[in-house]
T-cell receptor, first 112, second 110 residues
Framework: EAQVTQNPRYLITVTGKKLTVTCSQN?????MSWYRQDPGLGLRQIYY???????DKGDVPEGYKVSRKEKRNFPLILESPSPNQTSLYFC???????????FGQGTRLTVV | SQQGEEDPQALSIQEGENATMNCSYK?????LQWYRQNSGRGLVHLIL?????REKHSGRLRVTLDTSKKSSSLLITASRAADTASYFC??????????FGRGTSLIVHP
């Protein structure tokens, strides 16, 4: 089944403790991206990648890192999480530019 | 920055009525997409309309695009309670990665 898999689905952590949210897709998609969703603000793009080893900042990249060492994986790294990074995070992938994006089920992160 | 902005923010209708949501965007696009999100879940693609198309249909969905006004509309005909969800428009902008608006929250009362 074609899918984008994020893990974990829920995470509660403390300020400053490094964490990684994994994202994997099985559709051989070139494009992958991370979004955060906050009430009243919709989805905001954090980082995106158009290919292996090619990543670029979105609208709200501060406090986040990503890597794209393999085509299928695009982890989101929070080196030193802060409470303002409490949010619902989504990973998405697409075949190419300007095509349908497939989303993971989301990771609800709480930083206390 | 968010390219698309949906209007209204919230819409409440009765089952069987039509629901219309609008999207305005700021810069030139290659295409515009509409997505649906059930509460707290991942977004699901509904329909894509290219910049050289004016109207597109998919089942009970009808999407229009007016590039001169930089706007699009999504019409859901004969709505059902199961259509209750948030609806987002997404434009591709310069990065070819979808950029989303804040969404329209639709409630369809049985």
């Amino acid at each position: 089944e074609a899918q984008v898999t994020q893990n974990p689905r829920y995470l509660i952590t403390v300020t400053g403790k490094k964490l990684t949210v994994t994202c994997s897709q099985n559709m051989n998609h070139e494009y992958m991206s991370w979004y955060r969703q906050d009430p009243g603000l919709g989805l905001r793009q954090i980082y995106y990648s158009m290919n292996v080893e090619v990543t670029d900042k979105g609208d709200v990249p501060e406090g986040y890192k990503v890597s794209r060492k393999e085509k299928r994986n695009f982890p989101l790294i929070l080196e030193s999480p802060s409470p303002n990074q409490t949010s619902l995070y989504f990973c998405a992938s697409s075949l190419g530019g300007s095509t349908e994006a497939f989303f993971g089920q989301g990771t609800r992160l709480t930083v206390v | 920055s968010q390219q698309g902005e949906e209007d209204p923010q919230a819409l409440s209708i009765q089952e069987g009525e039509n629901a219309t949501m609008n999207c305005s965007y700021k810069t030139s696009i290659n295409n515009l997409q509409w997505y649906r999100q059930n509460s707290g879940r991942g977004l699901v693609h509904l329909i894509l309309i290219r910049s050289n198309e004016r109207e597109k249909h998919s089942g009970r969905l009808r999407v229009t695009l007016d590039t001169s006004k930089k706007s699009s509309s999504l019409l859901i005909t004969a709505s059902r309670a199961a259509d209750t969800a948030s609806y987002f428009c997404a434009t591709d902008g310069g990065s070819y990665i979808p950029t989303f608006g804040r969404g329209t929250s639709l409630i369809v009362h049985p």
